[in-house]
């Protein structure tokens, strides 16, 4: 079994920053690529950033203002700036894993919320 757990969801201001945090662990022989993605209230999900070993990739609305990083095999973060009442979602942390039983499965995080307000 493969859980992941997102952390770093906040109230945050209008033009502030927050950094979101999504942490693998259990069964896992190796991710591939691991991305956020971000539902609002009435809207699809929808990708927000990717990153593996081929690159990375922003959805044009957080162009220049998220950066999506990962510090070891397992972990990935978001660094948002400039924050907009539009990024207000439930953001998702997923991943591309295989598991030591060698099975490919993709696997979500809970989802932690953020909230863009003045």
């Known amino acids: 079994q493969v859980q992941l757990v997102e952390s770093g969801g906040a109230l945050v201001q209008p033009g502030g920053s927050l950094r979101l945090s999504c942490a693998a662990s259990g069964s896992i022989f190796s991710i591939d690529a691991m991305d956020w993605y971000r539902q609002a209230p009435g809207k699809e999900r929808e990708l927000v950033a990717s990153?593996?070993?081929?690159?990375i990739t922003y959805a044009d609305s957080v162009k220049g203002r998220f950066t999506i990083s990962r510090d070891n095999a397992n972990t990935v973060y978001l660094q948002m700036n400039s924050l907009k009442p539009e990024d207000t979602a439930v953001y998702y942390c997923g991943a591309d894993v295989t598991n030591t039983a060698r099975s490919r499965i993709r696997s979500w995080g809970q989802g932690t919320q953020v909230t863009v307000s003045s």
């Open positions: 990153i593996s070993n081929r690159g």
